[in-house]
């Protein structure tokens, strides 16, 4: 089972590379700005998709300026903050809300999630910069025809891996 699961998982790695890189870039160049300016990056999570949020700011190479966001006040933030929201999917309640928030207070922000359904209004539709985890299932077929095994979190990872790598290449440029 572990075999098909990284066959799977290799799969979905690549399609993300290869459908969004272009918004991978588009998301290190906003959240460069926000560095090379002394912006703060924060770092909002739902559910699972808080795990991004600790290697952001505590793994072994953060992100620069990463901050988690604590639920402050948005007067708080400046024209060179930015935002990068993860969820599962576009369909949770919870981050909605806060994108709304950040819209109307016109705050950048990157958003990344599986999006489910393309049909309600999400921040999707208000953010910067969204890339589509492409995950709806789960990778695995089971014996009833269901699926498991939905790696929401790793995706959002090889993600933030992504835009980390980008962003330091962008930094990297600059200060040359």
């Known amino acids: 089972m572990l075999k098909m699961f990284s ?6 790695f690549k399609r993300l590379h290869e459908k969004e890189e272009e918004t991978i870039e588009d ?9 090379v300016s002394d912006g703060k990056v924060y770092f909002y999570a739902t559910n699972e998709m808080a795990g991004v949020i600790e290697e952001a700011t505590k793994g072994m190479e953060p992100m620069p300026n990463a901050v988690e966001w604590t639920g402050a006040s948005l007067d708080l933030i400046t024209s060179n903050d930015r935002f990068i929201l993860f969820s599962r999917t576009n369909e949770e309640e919870e981050v909605n809300l806060f994108a709304k928030q950040l819209h109307e207070a016109q705050v950048p922000f990157i958003y990344i999630c599986s999006i489910t359904n393309p049909e309600i209004e999400s921040l999707v539709d208000l953010a910067e910069v969204t890339i589509n985890l492409k995950l709806t299932k789960g990778l695995l077929p089971d014996e009833e025809g269901n ?5 929401s979190l790793i995706a959002a990872l090889f993600i933030y891996h992504g835009i980390k790598f980008t962003t330091d290449e962008i930094l990297k440029e600059y200060t040359i």
Request: aromatic share 10%; hydrophobic share 35%.
């Open 7 to 12: 066959t799977q998982l290799s799969g979905l």
């Open 27 to 35: 998301s290190s160049r906003l959240l460069a700005q926000a560095i």
């Open 147 to 151: 699926r498991y095994g939905y790696p």
